[in-house]
């Protein structure tokens, strides 16, 4: 029998082993199961060290490893980032304002920061009785009043929202009153809104809520719609809606002037405090009747319209 014949019927050809430099994958190294992955990953030369491939943990040592940028080129862009945030906050959610006066004292000193919500008036949100609010000078209330010079520092903090605009001229009052409402001051107060005497705890003491003088502090007027009125906590020394009855608005504020409801002195430290509606706006009783109509005439509406809202979205989507 010759060595090395094959017949039809013959065996498998061996696997491993050695070879003649004639056999079948001469002059290539014979492989286990491990090296044949080795090769799938990344192939082995022929002194038998792998080329290619991938290191353990799964990145290909062949890459070249990326640098990692230095931490100064990438402040720029930190700093930019934060302007922009800052920028987008003090346009549509929060502002710091400086209290420049003393016509709210005691609940807020000559000096203060507050933080004032911009949010809520985005959504439709009206001032309420008993709010301390931000709005623009609806018609020269502070006419005569000195105009501060920022430097520039000054300038940029204003811009980002970390400090107040010197040129927005801007008042901090309590609203008293809201549309529908009536207003009385008799005497030394108490102050009454729709015949209901306020419990004043805020007012400044050694004030009284009314004050008796012919310039406006005596007084009886009902708040249109769309506005409010408003005095300060120093109720003898606040220039607010009883001192400009001769303005355009007849001393009303319009709503579409309130920049937003102050809720929190931020600065300085020690002076870290909310502020909320005091309980006397909730009494019984406080709101009118027309108030309560309103609301009920405005609530269906309301509903159809937020009912409808789904079904046109459905009908776009359809169409």
Known sequence: MAVGARSGQGGEEPRGGSAGPDAPGAGHAAF?????????DGGVNEDGTRTGGQEPDGTDKDRPKKQQRS???ELPILIGIALVLALLIKTFLVQ????PSDSMQNTLQQGDRVLVDKLTPWFGSEPERGEVVVFHDPDNWLAGEPTPDPNALQK??????????AEEKDLIKRVIGVGGDTIECKGTGPLK????????PYVYPGNTPCSQDDQGGQFKVKVPEGHIWVMGDHRQNSRDSRYNTADKNQGFVPVDKVVGRAVVIAWPVNRWTNLPVPDTFDQPGLNTQTQNAAALTAAPPAVALAGAVPFVLWRRRRS
Do not use: C, H, Q, T
């Not at 710091?96 to 209290?99: L, M, N, T």
């Open 71 to 73: 931490f100064w080129k």
């Open 193 to 200: 809104v729709n015949g209901k005497a306020l419990n004043e």
């Open 156 to 165: 940029v903090l204003s811009w980002i929202g970390l400090m107040p605009s």
């Open 96 to 99: 710091a304002f400086s209290i």
């Open 32 to 40: 286990s199961g491990s090296d044949e992955r080795a090769v799938e």
